[in-house]
């Protein structure tokens, strides 16, 4: 079985720009959730979809949104790029909800200048 | 917000030795989970305890829950090279919206 797998690797962009990054789930999977890693903050929830519908949100401003296809895979969107953005964005999906055993991507290293 | 704070932040020992870490958090759970993180990369799920379980093994991995004191460990036995990563712990809270809360992690060094 695949497992989850994020696009791109690595990015860079500069301020003012947005960005879209994506997760395919595992196959099956229908819960992704994203979540943002800094060496400041850890890593932060950012929100969870589940057959498309945006489930739970973390508290981020509205610079920061998402969508799931029918397909279950997920993209993320970031638009007027802080220089703070800069993270390493991960993906988890997982096959009953964001509580139980989550499989991570790899992740989108995000680089704003 | 971080739910689980772990302890040490940074641990480094020799191969062969044990390597405890700890975790607290402030709320009531529904479970607690451990992930490891190789530098860079994504988090790989270790093991999960529910809360109503007091110590689950898996391979060299035992962990340890104890809700009075809301706080877990993880001891790694017979550490090797490869284990060498951050360990995060992840809580998700009985009330409250439905995410796990990571905490900041705790960075193993494993010594040849």
């Known amino acids: 079985k695949a497992g989850v797998t994020q696009t791109p690797r690595y990015l860079i962009k500069t301020r003012g720009q947005q960005v879209t990054l994506s997760c395919s789930p595992i196959?099956?999977?229908?819960?992704v959730s994203w979540y943002q890693q800094t060496p400041g903050q850890g890593l932060q929830f950012l929100f969870e979809y589940f057959s498309e519908t945006q489930r739970n949100k973390g508290n981020f401003p509205g610079r920061f949104s998402g969508r799931q296809f029918s397909n279950s895979r997920s993209e993320m969107n970031v638009s007027t790029l802080e220089l703070g953005d800069s993270a390493l964005y991960l993906c988890?999906?997982?096959?009953?909800?964001?509580?139980?055993?989550?499989?991570f991507g790899e992740g989108s290293r995000l680089t704003v200048l | 917000s971080q739910q689980g704070e772990e302890d040490p932040q940074a641990l480094s020992i020799q191969e062969g030795e044990n390597a405890t870490m700890n975790c607290s958090y402030k709320?009531?759970?529904?479970?607690l989970q451990w992930y490891r993180q190789n530098s860079g990369r994504g988090l790989v799920h270790l093991i999960l305890?529910?809360?109503?379980?007091r110590e689950k093994h898996s391979g060299r991995l035992r962990v340890t829950l104890d809700t009075s004191k809301k706080s877990s460990s993880l001891l790694i036995t017979a550490s090797r090279a490869a284990d060498t990563a951050s360990y995060f712990c992840?809580?998700?809270?009985?009330?409250?919206?439905?995410?796990?809360?990571f905490g900041q992690g705790t960075r193993l060094t494993i010594n040849p």
């Open positions: 305890i529910r809360s109503n379980e």
């Open positions: 709320t009531s759970i529904n479970n």
């Open positions: 988890a999906s997982s096959s009953n909800g964001v509580t139980g055993e989550l499989f």
């Open positions: 196959s099956g999977h229908r819960s």
């Open positions: 992840a809580t998700d809270e009985i009330q409250g919206a439905q995410k796990l809360v």
